[in-house]
């Protein structure tokens, strides 16, 4: 089973910049997988933020975060980034990273159910 790890959530004020992190399990580098950023604010439907494609690094963004956020993997692709500048009150969400393997490229980004393997979140909170 695949388990995943996100870290680097906090508390900061808008116009700030976080990264947050994900270990991804090492076996997880033998197929093409999916690695997507997730997040779920208050009272709100978990969204999908940003998504990459192992199989050639594709990367997908929602409308709401392009420009300001960027979806990465380290050199040894254990660790799934999430960097997040220029950040506003609403995007403050807990946040979570999820992972599948896919042949050709990932999901939709709207499609939380097309993930089995998820981590146990990391809050963000972004005060005005």
């Known amino acids: 089973q695949v388990q995943l790890a996100e870290s680097g959530g906090d508390s900061v004020q808008a116009g700030g910049s976080l990264r947050l992190s994900c270990v991804v399990p090492g076996y997880t580098h033998s197929s093409t997988y999916c690695l997507t950023w997730f997040r779920q604010g208050p009272g709100q439907e978990r969204e999908g933020v940003a998504s990459l494609w192992t199989g050639g690094g594709t990367q997908y963004y929602a409308d709401s975060v392009k420009g300001r956020f960027t979806i990465s993997q380290d050199s040894a692709k254990t660790t799934l980034y999430l960097q997040m500048n220029s950040l506003k009150p609403e995007d403050t969400a807990m946040y979570y990273c999820?992972?599948?393997?896919?042949?050709?490229?990932?999901?939709?980004?709207?499609?939380?159910?097309?993930?089995?393997?998820w981590g146990q979140g990391t809050q963000v909170t972004v005060s005005s």
């Open positions: 999820a992972a599948d393997p896919y042949d050709r490229g990932c999901p939709d980004l709207e499609n939380q159910y097309a993930y089995n393997y």
